[in-house]
T-cell receptor
Framework: AQSVTQPDIHITVSEGASLELRCNYS??????LFWYVQSPGQGLQLLLK??????LVQGIKGFEAEFKRSQSSFNLRKPSVHWSDAAEYFC???????????FGAGTILRVKS | EADIYQTPRYLVIGTGKKITLECSQT?????MYWYQQDPGMELHLIHY???????EKGDLSSESTVSRIRTEHFPLTLESARPSHTSQYLC????????????FGPGTRLTVT
């Protein structure tokens, strides 16, 4: 069965600084990987996804993520954080044989000015 | 971008009441999902549907029930609400050919007193 670990519960970065949110997954085959963002009181919005091909994927709002099979990781990055990026970020993994997604517990991003 | 709606957004109700959480999507997506989300925890799938007249239980046991009489509508019902049902409930949908890309509604925050 798939599982997802987001090691950091909270991260605080200064506005304009770079960001990296960590995600490790467990799955026997090539996974489908996702990053979602959730602002307070809102549902989840898809930031980016990886299915196959280029291991560096670009998403919305200036985010990117890199799939590293050897490390079972799919870390989310942004070169310069804006105050509006403060939110909770969820990594998720899907299996080819299932419609279900398995989510990590989320990382809360705080941006200080 | 998918349009998916949930009502009510917030609900405070007493123990023993019957409640129905509404979820509708306007994109004609075949698959729909209900997740339960508690603060600091991952999302847990409680119900999903492949299409009309199809309902399946998810990974997390839930006392709620769902129905799928129309493609666009996937309501969740609690026959007798209890304080343990207090949570946020998120509805999602995905298209037939791209099941892994799930689009989320804004959620219903339920409090049972």
């Amino acid at each position: 069965a798939q599982s997802v670990t987001q090691p950091d519960i909270h991260i605080t970065v200064s506005e304009g600084a770079s960001l990296e949110l960590r995600c490790n997954y467990s799955y026997g085959a090539t996974p489908y990987l996702f990053w979602y963002v959730q602002s307070p009181g809102q549902g989840l919005q898809l930031l980016l996804k990886y299915f196959s091909g280029d291991t560096l994927v670009q998403g919305i709002k200036g985010f990117e993520a890199e799939f590293k099979r050897s490390q079972s990781s799919f870390n989310l990055r942004k070169p310069s954080v804006h105050w509006s990026d403060a939110a909770e970020y969820f990594c998720a993994v899907g299996a080819q044989s299932s419609v279900k997604l398995v989510f990590g517990a989320g990382t809360i991003l705080r941006v200080k000015s | 971008e998918a349009d998916i709606y949930q009502t009510p957004r917030y609900l405070v109700i007493g123990t023993g009441k019957k409640i129905t959480l509404e979820c509708s999507q306007t994109m004609g997506h075949d698959k729909m999902y209900w997740y339960q989300q508690d603060p600091g925890m991952e999302l847990h799938l409680i119900h999903y549907s492949y299409g009309v007249n199809s309902t399946e239980k998810g990974d997390l046991s839930s006392e709620s029930t769902v129905s799928r009489i129309r493609t666009e509508h996937f309501p969740l019902t609690l026959e007798s609400a209890r304080p343990s049902h207090t949570s946020q409930y998120l509805c999602a949908s995905s298209p037939r050919d791209f099941s892994y890309e799930q689009y989320f509604g804004p959620g219903t925050r339920l409090t049972v007193t």
